[in-house]
């Protein structure tokens, strides 16, 4: 049987992977507009700075979505960007990928 995956619905499984894996994400609010969120058992996974618009995500999730879902880092750096907008509200304008929060 073959089975064709469209890129909608490629989008649409690394969102529903997100929101599984990620379910209890809290906000933790620093000085200057920074914003982290954290697992229920206290890993930093990503953060927001509303001065820049600016989304960090563990490089982790970054590279699971990668390996998963075929993704490019364009590609990946854009579902997470407007993941994250939709999710909690932010304003960022760029998504980056880095090793530590």
């Known amino acids: ?3 064709i995956i469209t890129e909608n619905k490629r989008i649409r499984l690394a969102i529903n992977w997100l929101e599984d ?3 209890d994400l809290k ?3 620093y000085p200057e507009d920074e914003q982290v969120f954290i697992t229920d058992k206290g890993m930093f996974k990503m953060s927001y700075i509303s001065r820049t618009k600016s989304f ?3 490089d982790e ?3 699971f979505i ?3 879902f ?3 880092n364009d590609e990946i750096g854009d579902l997470l ?3 994250g907008n939709k999710k909690f509200g932010f304003r960022a304008k760029k998504c980056y990928r880095v090793e530590r929060i």
């Open 1 to 3: 049987m073959k089975i």
């Open 21 to 23: 894996e990620y379910p």
């Open 27 to 29: 906000k933790i609010k």
């Open 56 to 58: 960090f995500v563990k």
């Open 61 to 63: 999730i970054w590279d």
């Open 66 to 68: 990668r390996s998963m």
């Open 70 to 72: 075929g993704f490019d």
């Open 81 to 83: 960007l407007n993941w």
